[in-house]
C-alpha cells in the first residue's frame, strides 16, 4: 500500500486527494496547520462585506473527507528528510511518506514599518484573519487601508460596508497600475469615492504610532499624519518556500516543477500557489495565484504521484472578480511592468497577466461597461471586461483557443464600430465552426 | 459507461425541465458557496460547480437566483440534449 502524504489543507491539497483516491488502496494523510482546514480563501471577501456567514465558505463536510477516506493530521510541518523519506510534524511527530505532495500555499507579505506590530494592524490571508479584521472593524471607526490588487480593494470594502470610514493610501498616481490601464484605474478610484473612500496617492507609509498596544495614527513619509485606530494591508503574497528551502529542493520564486509538477526530487510533488511553473506563453517559468489553477495542479500532481503520467499545461490565466462592486473579468496578456503597491505579486493574480508583448490595443467604453482587448497579429492576446459580463465567456474561450481573429482585426483598431459589437458578430459566427466555443 | 455516469444519465431524463438545466463552468469557480446559500430550496448548487455537472435535481425551481448571484459568471441555463430525448 502506498502512502500518500499531502502538506496543505486548501484547494490544491484537497484536488490532489481526490485525485489519488481513485486507487481506493491508497492510504492518504493530509498535514495542514489552519485550524479551519478547507474553505473558500475567495469567499473571505464575501464574508467581510457580510454577504455571507463564516459557516458557508466550507465547500466539503466531514462526510466528504470521510468518503474520501482521508487521515487529517493537524499541525505544522516543519521538514522534509528526503534520505529518510520523513515529515516533521510538529507536536506529532515524523510522518514516513511515499509520494510527498507540497501545496503549503502562499502568504502576506508583512508590513515592515515601524508599529505593524500594534493590535490593530491587520493582513487577509485566512479564516483567523478575517475573524480579527470582523474583530477590530467592530471598534474601529476610521481605517487606513494600504496595498493593491484585489485584496486591498476587498478589505476596503469589507471596512466600508462595516461602517467603517476608509482612507485607501497608494504609492503611485493610480490603482493597479500594472494590469489595468489609465481608464479603468480611474473607473475603479471614482467608485471607491462615491463609496466615501479617501483616497490618497503618492503615500508612503512610514510608521504606525500607538498608545498600549492600540493605533493612534499613522505617518507619511511627506510629514503628514493621519488619524486611524485601524490599519490594514495587502502588499503582495510570497510562496511559502521554508520546507522547500531546507530539503535543497530546486526552488525560484516557488518551488521549481516540471510539467509533471514533480520537483527535483522524483518523490515530491508541488501544486498551487507554491509552485513556480512552466509556462509556454511567455517562455519563462511563472507564479500565479488564482483558485481555478491551484485546483487542477493539485488534480494533476495527484494522478501523477499514483501512478499517471499527465503534463500539466498552464492555460492562459482568467479571474473574474468584483472591483469597487464593478465586475471584472481579466484575461490573459493585458498589463505590464511593475505595481508599486504590490512586492511580487498578489491574490487572485498571475505573473501572465503583466507580460505584455507588443500588441496593439482598443478600447471601448459606455457609461460603466468597459472594455479593452490586446490584439495580437492574428489572434487576440488578453481582455478586460467591466461592468456588462455578457462577453465574458466568448473572450475566455476565443482568447484560450487562440481564435484567428485576422477578418475583424482591422475594423477592431479602426475603432469606428463599437468593439462589442464586432466582437458578438464575429463570436456568433465563429462559435458556430469552432468546437472548443 | 461508468455505472455513475450512467445514473447520472438516467436521472437527467426525467428531470430536465422546459427552462433547461443550471450548467456550471467549473474553471471559474471559486467554491464561495453563494449560490447554495441563496438558492430558496436549499440545493447545494456549488457542489454541482465543484463536480463540473449540470444541477440534477428534481426540484429545481430553474429561478435563476443561483445564476444571478454568483459572483464569477460560473452558471448558465442551457438547454439539454438529453432534454430533446426525453421531449421526443
Ligand atoms: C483574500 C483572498 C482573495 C483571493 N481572491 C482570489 C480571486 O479573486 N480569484 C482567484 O482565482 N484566487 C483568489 N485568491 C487566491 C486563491 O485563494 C489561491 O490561489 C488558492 O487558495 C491557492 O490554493 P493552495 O491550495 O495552493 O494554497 P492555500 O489555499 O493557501 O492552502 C495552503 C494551506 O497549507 C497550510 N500550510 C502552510 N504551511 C504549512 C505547513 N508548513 N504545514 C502544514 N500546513 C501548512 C495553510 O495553512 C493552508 O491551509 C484569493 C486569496 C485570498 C486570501
Ligand atoms: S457562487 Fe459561483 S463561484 Fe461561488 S460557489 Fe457558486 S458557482 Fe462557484
Ligand atoms: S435555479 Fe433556483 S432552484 Fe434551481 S438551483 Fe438555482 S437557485 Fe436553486
Redesign the interface.
Known amino acids: 500500500m502506498t502512502r500518500y502524504v499531502i502538506l496543505g489543507t486548501g ?1 490544491a491539497g484537497v484536488a490532489a486527494a481526490e485525485a489519488i483516491r481513485v486507487d481506493a488502496s491508497a492510504e492518504i494523510i493530509m498535514v495542514g496547520d489552519d485550524p479551519h482546514g478547507y474553505y ?4 473571505l471577501a ?1 464574508y467581510l462585506t457580510g ?3 463564516e459557516k ?4 466539503f463536510n466531514t462526510k466528504d473527507f470521510a468518503q474520501l477516506k482521508v487521515r487529517y493530521v493537524r499541525g505544522h510541518a516543519k521538514q522534509i528528510l528526503r534520505e529518510t523519506h520523513q515529515v516533521e510534524i510538529e507536536g506529532a511527530g515524523l510522518l514516513h511518506y511515499d509520494k510527498l505532495l507540497i501545496a503549503v500555499g502562499a502568504q502576506a507579505l508583512r508590513l515592515s514599518i515601524p508599529g505593524a506590530e500594534l493590535e490593530g494592524v491587520a493582513k487577509l490571508d485566512s479564516m483567523e484573519d478575517a475573524r480579527r479584521i470582523l474583530q477590530l472593524a467592530k471598534k474601529a471607526r476610521r481605517a487606513i487601508v494600504i496595498g493593491g490588487g484585489i485584496t486591498a480593494l476587498e478589505l476596503v470594502e469589507g471596512l466600508v460596508s462595516r461602517n467603517v470610514k476608509v482612507t485607501y493610501l497608494l504609492r503611485g498616481d493610480r490603482y493597479w497600475n500594472n494590469v489595468l490601464d489609465e481608464h479603468e484605474s480611474r473607473i475603479i478610484e471614482g467608485r471607491l469615492k462615491e463609496e466615501g473612500v479617501e483616497l490618497i496617492f503618492h503615500a508612503e507609509a512610514l510608521e504606525i504610532s500607538g498608545r498600549k498596544g492600540h493605533i493612534e495614527a499613522l505617518r507619511l513619509l511627506d510629514g503628514r499624519t493621519l488619524k486611524c485606530d485601524f490599519v490594514a494591508y495587502a502588499i503582495g503574497i510570497q510562496p511559502r518556500l521554508e520546507l522547500a528551502q531546507n530539503a535543497a529542493l530546486a526552488m525560484d520564486r516557488g518551488i521549481l516543477v516540471n510539467e509533471f509538477l514533480q520537483t527535483n526530487d522524483a518523490d515530491i510533488y508541488a501544486a498551487g500557489d507554491v509552485a513556480q511553473i512552466y509556462d509556454p506563453l511567455s517562455g519563462r517559468s511563472v507564479l500565479d495565484s488564482l ?2 489553477p491551484a485546483r ?1 495542479q493539485g488534480f494533476v500532481a495527484g494522478k501523477n504521484m499514483s501512478g499517471g503520467r499527465h503534463a500539466y499545461i498552464k ?1 492562459v490565466p ?1 479571474n ?3 472591483l469597487a462592486g464593478l ?1 471584472t ?1 481579466i484575461i490573459g496578456t493585458v498589463g505590464r511592468g511593475r505595481d508599486e503597491d504590490i512586492v511580487g505579486i498578489a491574490r487572485g493574480d498571475s505573473e501572465t497577466f503583466r507580460a505584455l508583448p507588443e500588441a496593439l490595443e482598443t478600447e471601448s467604453n459606455f457609461d460603466v461597461n468597459h472594455l479593452r482587448l490586446v490584439v495580437g497579429q492574428k489572434t487576440l492576446l488578453g481582455a478586460v471586461l467591466m461592468g456588462d ?1 455578457s462577453l ?2 466568448p473572450l475566455q474561450k476565443m482568447i484560450i483557443a487562440s481564435a484567428d481573429i485576422s477578418s475583424i482585426r482591422p475594423t477592431l483598431l479602426e475603432g469606428k464600430q463599437p468593439i462589442a459589437d464586432v466582437l458578438i458578430r464575429f463570436w456568433q459566427e465563429w462559435r458556430q465552426h469552432d468546437s472548443r466555443a | 459507461m461508468p455505472i455513475f455516469d450512467f445514473l447520472r444519465a438516467e436521472s437527467n431524463r426525467h428531470t430536465a425541465s422546459s427552462a433547461g438545466q443550471v450548467v456550471p ?1 467549473s ?8 449560490c ?2 441563496n438558492c430558496p430550496i436549499g440545493i447545494d448548487v ?2 454541482y460547480a ?1 463536480a463540473g455537472e449540470a444541477v440534477v435535481n428534481s426540484r429545481c425551481l430553474t429561478c435563476g437566483e443561483c445564476i444571478a448571484r454568483c ?3 460560473v452558471l ?1 441555463f442551457e438547454q439539454t440534449d438529453l432534454f430533446v430525448e426525453t421531449a421526443r
Open positions: 484547494v473558500s480563501r475567495p469567499g464575501y454577504e455571507m456567514l458557508h465558505l466550507f465547500p483558485w481555478g487542477l492555460a482568467f473574474v472578480t468584483r465586475t473579468t459580463q465574458s465567456v | 463552468d474553471a471559474r469557480c471559486v467554491q464561495c458557496g453563494i447554495t446559500y456549488r457542489r465543484w459572483p464569477r459568471g448558465r
